[in-house]
């Protein structure tokens, strides 16, 4: 069965490569399924930090919930996608820190979700987006 994310293989090797072990780890293992999910998001968001040389402020911290909110509020991604993005961020930390598999969704809906924001950040990065 083809990935969901073979679409990025050829602009984003790394992050087609995150995905598909997302969706390998789904039914066996959720919590790395989550785990995986989280650390997609991260990639994506400081992909979009380097390729549009996006700087953060001095005055705030280097972290991946600031780094979603910077974003939004400059307007580089929707509301909708920075909360998607905050969707996976909580939920790949809850992996990591707490061990549970539990997401305010389930792994299948966290790869649902991470797919959206990964298409619509390509499709976005083609200027396919405005």
């Known amino acids: 069965m083809a990935s969901g994310f073979s679409f990025l293989r050829t602009q984003f090797p790394g992050l087609e490569k995150t995905g598909e072990f997302a969706e390998r780890y789904l039914y066996s293992d959720s919590n790395s399924c989550l785990f995986k999910l989280g650390l997609l998001c991260e990639d994506i968001v400081n992909k979009m930090f380097d390729f549009d040389n996006i700087a953060m402020p001095y005055q705030m911290k280097d972290t991946l919930v600031n780094k979603i909110r910077l974003l ?44 959206k924001a990964a298409i619509y950040r390509a499709l976005w990065q083609a200027g396919l987006l405005p």
């Open 72 to 115: 939004e509020n400059e307007e580089y991604i929707t509301e909708d996608l920075a909360r998607i993005m905050h969707r996976l961020r909580l939920g790949g930390n809850e992996a990591r820190h707490e061990g549970t598999d539990s997401l305010q969704t389930n792994p299948a809906s966290g790869l649902r979700i991470c797919a």
